[in-house]
């Protein structure tokens, strides 16, 4: 792809510095005749994205952009997800399936900078990160040709070092992890080796930000988190933005052993795997949210939420962030959390987060209508009137065609034929 002049097209890639992408560089030069624009974002992985940058020019790019994006991250992407309560099939924080629209937003706002062509990334052919990346692409940029290399050369790792060396390219001499493994601030993701047996109890290696529970502090610890609009604003009084926030919590909770998901969960290719996940901070900071919620939403909102939750989860999770749906449906999130304000109290002991205080200035709990004790304003007189119109409709159809005409009601499971008929 060139112009009149024979000037190359360009493609934005997205950078990584690994292997993969390190090839990446000359392969797609090759085979599709483009310069190649690596971009990297920085999302809190711990990895220095200025040394990826200068790795990436010294590999052969035309141009490499560095972003720190933590801060764009957690306020656009990961609180919103938390105020809807997203836990992927009850589990999966959803930390892979956050970061991935969002790199793909600013790849394409990088291509319009450039006036690149094309878009490229290393998906693999049977993961959901695949979907996330193209889906956005083809929604926000349509024009812009989408190029995975993974899903197109048959390279092995061992023939991907082979090209690596044929073309001067420097790969850290480590030893190959057994593990797949994907990092940001939100979570840790790590899967196959041995984890692809369901059975098997995952070994220690597979974890990098959590202790064991066995070998957690003897004490518990505990941590305040304050809320405002479902959004964590403070901990233990202190108020901090979004990122260092979910950093400490991230250590406190490693340091207890609070954040460890074995999830076998469902793909949206149409496979099952099996995967294991760290996450302290959004372990800990999803229940406080939950919690504080039971007592600042109504029995209604607090139920059809559930709903909404797992309709939010799905929509991050195949990759559908950019659709009207979920904007219709965070209009309903950023309503429902008006209230979700006040401050959670949580224990961190031996690989569990356990709520044990929750307050606020919205509550609808009523010490004066819930105790047992002096002072009680609950009517109880009410309550037999109340009682009898409750069960007035079960009692009518009781003996107008259950009990008619000295019929017995069965229990459930022991309805149907008897014994020896």
């Not at 050369?153 to 073309?167: C, G, I, N, P, V």
């Not at 098997?200 to 066995?214: G, N």
């Not at 933005?241 to 793909?267: F, W, Y």
């Not at 002991?349 to 609950?378: C, M, N, P, W």
């Amino acid at each position: 792809m060139a112009d009149s002049k024979g000037k190359r097209d360009r493609v934005i890639l997205a950078y990584s510095g690994g292997l993969d992408t390190s090839v990446m560089v000359p392969w797609i030069g090759e085979k599709y005749n483009l310069d190649v624009v690596a971009f990297t974002v920085d999302l809190g992985q711990g990895e220095d994205i200025e040394k990826i940058r200068a790795k990436a020019l010294k590999t052969g790019a035309v141009d490499a952009v560095a972003i720190d994006a933590r801060n764009l991250f957690v306020d656009c992407f990961v609180f919103p997800a938390l105020m809807a309560g997203a836990l992927y099939e009850g589990k999966y924080p959803l930390a892979t399936a956050l970061g991935r629209p969002l790199i793909a937003k600013l790849m394409v706002d990088c291509a319009r900078e450039h006036q690149a062509k094309a878009v490229a990334h290393g998906c693999t052919g049977k993961g959901n990160d695949q979907v996330r990346f193209d889906v956005t692409f083809q929604t926000l940029a349509p024009d812009l040709k989408i190029i995975a290399p993974v899903r197109e050369w048959k390279m092995s790792r061992d023939e991907a070092l082979e090209y690596a060396a044929r073309h001067g390219i420097e790969v850290e001499a480590t030893k190959k992890s057994p593990y797949s493994i994907d990092v940001n601030l939100w979570g840790r993701s790590c899967e196959a080796g041995v984890l692809e047996d369901p059975w098997e109890e995952p070994p220690e290696d597979a974890y990098a930000w959590t202790t064991s529970p066995l070998k957690a502090p003897d004490e518990p610890e505990y941590v305040e988190i304050e809320f405002e609009q479902g959004r964590p604003v403070a901990l233990n009084g202190e108020r901090l933005d979004g990122v260092p926030l979910i950093e400490k919590l991230n250590a406190l909770g490693g340091k207890h052993g609070v954040g460890r998901i074995d999830h076998v969960e469902n793909r949206l290719v149409g496979i099952k795997s099996r995967e294991i996940y760290e996450a302290p901070a959004a372990v800990i900071l999803h229940q406080a949210h939950q919690e504080l919620e039971t007592l600042c939403l109504s029995k209604q909102a607090q139920r059809f939420k559930t709903i909404v939750a797992q309709e939010y989860a799905d929509i991050i999770y195949n990759g559908l962030w950019f659709s009207a749906f979920h904007q219709d449906l965070f209009q309903f999130v950023l309503s429902n959390q008006r209230f979700v304000s006040g401050l959670v109290r949580v224990k961190l002991y031996k690989g569990q987060a356990i709520v044990v205080g929750r307050q606020s200035e919205h509550s609808l709990y009523s010490k004066k209508l819930a105790t047992y004790e002096a002072g009680d304003q609950f009517d109880h007189e009410a309550a037999q009137g109340f009682i009898r119109l409750w069960g007035l409709s079960q009692q009518t159809q009781a003996q107008l065609q259950l009990l008619k005409g000295g019929k017995g009601f069965d229990l459930p499971g022991l309805a149907g034929p008897k014994s020896g008929q």
